[in-house]
């Protein structure tokens, strides 16, 4: 299906530059076109034939999509919605390479790809094939230096057998409140298996009896930001087909920008008779993990000695609305300090796949980052996403950081704060 940038939502904008301070591309070049009001200004001209789609691929790809220019905006314009029309557009006259069209249809895009993905990167770690890679400096000849920074430090990742452990199906402890089902991800799965683990952990502790969904797949995000609007729409039917029969109370993620596209199905599938409802009753059952505790709350949780600092996941924030709930969880450590970082609204440079597309921009703004997050003299920061869990690893690494702070994500430290209070046996 052939998409177009929509005329009502460009047209929204009346051009205040209210959203200029708050977008880092902004910040960081002081150029219009870097802007969100010059990109749309961009999109418009294409849309009335002034200019080519491919006249404004550059200002488009530089976009981290972080939607911060969205809550900065006072008419309320649908940033994001115009920018995933624009890349639609281009990738139809400039496709993405067949290799990695071929890695988000069926590595990342199906469970079975997801499954393989797993194995082999347990397998390459097993192997110790990354010191003889990096030697040849090969992931970076492939992939450029976004892809072999990031594989720099990716943590060991689970075994087979630990994969093969896990049930489908967890009972809640003690009485049961609700029925959640729990979204893997694609990437989060892979990588940060458990994590997941660990927010199902929380989830029964706190009374949920928590499924996983057999036939569940990628979020589809990485498809709609790079513009193959096709495949964030085969994602999205899959997952909501695979999480609808279960008559669930809650759908519950623990990445930011996978929760923030499950949110956002209603709105992809709007115009699909077949879909549009379907859709709806999907979005409107989804969570983030730490907006679900939260509610679930008050939580147990045993003494966590450090100073914690919390870095938003952009898409958490700002589609999904969710920024008090992470915070909260972190002050109610006992013996825990929590410190504000400063600007911690603004994206770390990850944007899902922008750190590997565009490293020089993803490496200025994680590098700012990481100089605030030094300054808070954290021990501990805590993130919300997986990108943003692989990036700040990175940039934490980076600035020298790396024996004084811990990158950890919320669900891990509320997991070791609730078995510090009730060790496994002995909940309540
Ligand atoms: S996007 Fe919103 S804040 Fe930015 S220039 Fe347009 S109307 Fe103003
Ligand atoms: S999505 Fe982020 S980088 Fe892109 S225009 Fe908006 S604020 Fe700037």
């Known amino acids: 299906m052939k998409v177009q940038i929509s005329e009502d939502l460009v047209l929204n904008c009346m051009r205040c530059g209210?959203?200029?301070p708050a977008c880092p591309t902004y910040r960081e070049k002081q150029v219009e076109s870097a802007s969100p009001r010059g990109r749309i200004a961009l999109m418009?001209?294409?849309?009335?034939?002034?200019?080519?789609?491919?006249?404004i691929a550059d200002p488009l790809d530089a976009c981290l999509g972080c939607r911060a220019c969205e809550p900065a905006c006072p008419a309320g314009v649908t940033y994001g919605a115009i920018l995933e029309q624009g890349r639609a557009q281009?990738?139809?006259?400039?496709?993405?390479?067949?290799?990695?069209r071929w890695a988000y249809r069926w590595l990342l895009g199906t469970p079975g790809g997801i499954k393989f993905s797993a194995w082999a990167l347990w397998l390459y770690q097993k192997l110790h094939l990354s010191s003889l890679?990096?030697?040849?400096?090969?992931?970076?000849?492939?992939?450029?230096?976004g892809l072999a920074d990031m594989e720099k430090v990716i943590p060991p990742v689970a075994s087979p057998a630990q994969r093969a452990a896990r049930k489908p199906a967890y009972p809640a402890v003690g009485a049961r409140r609700y029925r959640v089902a729990f979204f893997l991800g694609c990437l989060s799965d892979i990588v940060f298996f458990e994590t997941n683990q660990n927010a199902i952990?929380?989830?029964?502790?706190l009374g949920c009896d928590v499924e996983l969904p057999a036939g569940q797949g990628c979020c589809g995000a990485v498809h709609s930001h790079a513009g193959e609007h096709a495949m964030a729409v085969e994602q999205a039917k899959r997952n909501i087909a695979a999480f609808e029969a279960g008559g669930y109370d809650f759908i519950v993620s623990t990445a930011g920008g996978c929760g923030a596209a499950?949110?956002?199905?209603?709105?992809?599938?709007?115009?699909?008779?077949?879909?549009?409802?379907?859709?709806?009753?999907?979005?409107?059952?989804c969570r983030d993990f730490s907006e679900l505790v939260e509610q679930l709350g008050p939580v147990p949780m045993g003494e966590m000695p450090g100073t914690y600092t919390y870095q938003d996941s952009c898409h958490l924030r700002n589609v999904q609305k969710v920024a008090a709930p992470p915070r909260n969880l972190l002050k109610a450590l006992p013996g825990a300090r929590f410190v504000e970082l400063p600007e911690a609204d603004r994206c770390c440079g990850a944007a899902g796949t922008y750190m590997i597309t565009q490293a020089l921009m993803s490496d200025r703004i994680l590098d700012d980052k990481s100089e605030k997050v030094r300054e808070t003299g954290a021990s501990?920061?805590?993130v919300a996403n997986t990108p943003c869990h692989l990036e700040m690893l990175e940039g934490i690494q980076r600035a020298g950081l790396a024996d004084q702070v811990q990158v950890r994500h919320i669900a891990d430290v509320v997991a070791e704060a609730v078995r510090k209070a009730a060790p496994a046996g002995e909940e309540a």
């Open 90 to 100: 281009l990738a139809e006259v400039r496709p993405l390479p067949g290799v990695v």
């Open 18 to 20: 209210f959203c200029l």
């Open 380 to 382: 501990t920061l805590v």
């Open 133 to 145: 890679v990096r030697r040849l400096n090969l992931v970076e000849k492939i992939g450029g230096k």
């Open 44 to 55: 418009r001209a294409v849309m009335e034939d002034k200019l080519d789609i491919l006249d």
């Open 262 to 285: 499950l949110r956002e199905y209603d709105k992809l599938l709007a115009d699909d008779p077949d879909w549009a409802d379907r859709a709806r009753a999907f979005s409107a059952r």
């Open 201 to 205: 952990d929380v989830l029964t502790r």
